[in-house]
């Protein structure tokens, strides 16, 4: 069975940082595609950032340049480095998982909240 277990979301103030990780089991960890998405109140679930197997990365344009996606293939885990943190920022962040070639959207994560206020 797959799990994908989240933390590090929270309150923080404008212009700070914050780091979600996002440890999977139940998968090849090293083969799979990773990613994160977020959800603001009241709006679509959009894309923040994805990471390839190969280590390939693209971001929103709305996080370029202060977003950092990674991910650490010995620990089964994938990171979101969040800095100069905007009030529209504020979103439940979801990680994603997913097998290159595989049918749908893959599996996620419960989501964590990140509250970006002073």
């Known amino acids: 069975q797959v799990q994908l277990v989240q933390s590090g979301g929270g309150l923080v103030q404008p212009g700070g940082s914050l780091r979600l990780s996002c440890a999977a089991s139940g998968i090849i960890f090293s083969i799979y595609h990773m990613g994160w998405y977020r959800q603001a109140p009241g709006k679509q679930r959009e894309l923040v950032a994805t990471?390839?197997?190969?280590?390939?990365?693209n971001y929103a344009d709305s996080v370029k340049g202060r977003f950092t996606i990674s991910r650490d293939n010995a620990k089964n885990t994938q990171y979101l480095q969040m800095n100069s943190l905007k009030p529209e920022d504020t979103a439940v962040y979801y990680c994603?998982?997913?097998?290159?070639?595989?049918?749908?959207?893959?599996?996620w994560g419960k989501g964590t909240l990140v509250t970006v206020s002073s």
């Open positions: 990471i390839t197997s190969g280590g390939s990365t």
């Open positions: 994603n998982v997913k097998e290159p070639g595989a049918y749908g959207m893959g599996y």
